[in-house]
């Protein structure tokens, strides 16, 4: 992706697709808390797009594009970004970690979802679809672990790694590591 860049949009040109909706939900509350700074003068910072030469896909700030909404407002500052739609999937799985309302559990798990159902993504470690979806390692561990039990994806879920299998860690091959014999501190 491109550095992004400050414009204006009308908000039916903005594409507010499900699949780039890193909340469970939309939540009234929060629309209509931003709604009412709007209707009190404050400015609400941009959202996020990524433009894909052909849709606007918004990544963050939904809760804003509903909260201008709810005011009559037909346009809304965006961030733009240049990208792909798969663009738009990564940078909304991160979304929302340190600002706005803060995500729950479920928020959390639907981005490691947006990133397990790609069949490329899928293959990432824990780590590092923690690290895109800014969840813990352990979160991921969870929702890889349930999603291979419904064993309703379209591709394994199952991760890979490139290194060769006896350079890989105990704890890789499925096996917890054993503590150091002798004597400890």
Not at 1 to 13: C, D, F, G
Not at 65 to 83: D, S
């Amino acid at each position: 992706m491109t550095a992004p860049r400050i414009i204006t949009l009308p908000i039916a040109a903005i594409r507010r697709d499900f699949a780039t909706q890193p909340r469970a939900l939309v939540w009234p509350e929060m629309v209509a808390r931003y709604a009412m700074a709007l209707a009190t003068g404050a400015t609400l910072p941009p959202v996020d797009v990524v433009y894909d030469g052909a849709e606007y896909w918004l990544v963050d700030g939904y809760h804003r594009v509903a909260a201008h909404e709810a005011r009559g407002h037909t346009t809304v500052a965006v961030r733009g970004h240049q990208g792909t739609r798969r663009d738009a999937i990564l940078f909304a799985a991160g979304a929302n970690a340190t600002h706005g309302l803060r995500r729950g559990r479920r928020d959390a798990q639907r981005a490691v979802r947006l990133l397990l159902r790609d069949p490329a993504w899928s293959l990432w470690s824990d780590r590092e679809i923690a690290e895109v979806a800014r969840v813990s390692r352990a979160c991921v561990a969870r929702v890889r672990r349930a999603e291979l039990q419904r064993q309703d994806l379209p591709h394994s879920v199952a991760p890979t790694s490139t290194r060769p299998a006896l350079a890989r860690t105990e704890s890789e091959r499925g096996r917890r590591p054993q503590k150091p014999k002798g004597r400890t501190r």
